[in-house]
C-alpha cells in the first residue's frame, strides 16, 4: 500500500465517525422537521435546530482533520514525514472536502421545502459551511491550536460580515446582505485557501527538528 493510500485511509478512518453522527442528526431533525410541517411554530424550532445541527457539525469535521493531529500530538511527527508537505495537504483537503460536500448534499435532500428560514439564505446556510470548512477552519484551527477555535473563528468571519451588512442593507428590508455575507464568506474561504495551499499555514506549526528526515520534497 503506497504512503498516499495510507494517509487516506488515515484521514477517513479518523474523520467518518464523526461525519456520521452529523449526518444521522441532520436526517434525524430533518425528518422531525418534516413530521411537525401542521404544527409551524414546533415545525420551525426544528429547522433552526437542523441547521444549526448541520453548520456546527461540518465545521467540526473541517477542524478534526487538523485538530485530532493537535489531540494526539501527532502534527510534529506529520511534518517531519519524508514526504512531500504539499501532498500531505493535499490529502486532507480531498478526504475534508469529499466529506463536508456530501453532508451539504444531504442537507439540501432532506431540508423540508417550507419553514420560516429564507429561501435566500439557503446557499449561505447549507453550502456556506463546506466553503468555510474547506478554506477557513484549517487555518483557523492552526493558529488556534484547537478544534474549537476552528469552529468557533469559522462562524465569527461571516457572522461579522452579515452584521455590517446589515447595517447598510438591513434585513427587514431586503435580502442583499444575505447575499453579500455568502460572497464574502466564498471570499474569505478563497483567502484561507490559497494561504494554506502556498504553505504560509504550515509555518504556524511545529517546526521539524534540525538534522532530521527530509521534511519537504518540493
Known amino acids: 500500500m503506497s504512503g498516499v493510500q495510507v494517509q487516506l485511509r488515515k484521514e477517513a478512518r479518523a474523520l467518518l465517525p464523526w461525519s456520521a453522527a452529523v449526518a444521522f442528526a441532520t436526517v434525524a431533525l430533518a425528518f422531525l422537521a418534516e ?3 401542521g404544527f409551524p411554530n414546533f415545525s420551525g424550532d426544528q429547522q433552526i435546530w437542523l441547521v444549526m445541527a448541520h453548520v456546527t457539525g461540518v465545521l467540526a469535521v473541517a477542524a478534526l482533520s487538523l485538530g485530532h493531529e493537535f489531540a494526539h500530538g501527532t502534527l510534529g511527527s506529520l511534518m517531519v514525514q519524508p514526504v512531500d508537505r504539499r501532498r500531505l495537504l493535499w490529502t486532507k483537503l480531498l478526504v475534508t ?3 463536508v460536500i456530501g453532508l ?9 421545502a417550507r419553514g420560516p428560514l429564507r429561501p435566500s439564505s439557503r446557499p449561505l446556510l447549507i453550502w456556506g459551511p463546506v466553503a468555510a470548512g474547506i478554506g477557513l477552519v484549517p487555518v483557523l484551527t492552526l493558529l488556534t491550536r484547537r478544534p474549537l477555535g476552528g469552529v468557533v473563528f469559522a462562524i465569527v468571519v461571516p457572522g461579522i460580515i452579515l452584521m455590517v451588512s446589515d447595517v447598510f442593507y438591513p434585513l427587514a428590508e431586503g435580502t442583499l446582505a444575505i447575499r453579500i455575507t455568502w460572497y464574502g464568506t ?12 502556498s504553505g504560509d499555514a504550515l509555518h504556524a506549526g511545529p517546526s521539524p527538528p534540525r538534522g532530521g528526515p527530509v521534511t519537504d520534497t518540493a
Open 35 to 37: 413530521r411537525s410541517s
Open 97 to 99: 472536502a469529499a466529506i
Open 186 to 197: 466564498l471570499a474569505a474561504s478563497a483567502l484561507g485557501l490559497l494561504a494554506r495551499l
Open 104 to 112: 451539504a448534499v444531504l442537507a439540501e435532500m432532506t431540508y423540508p
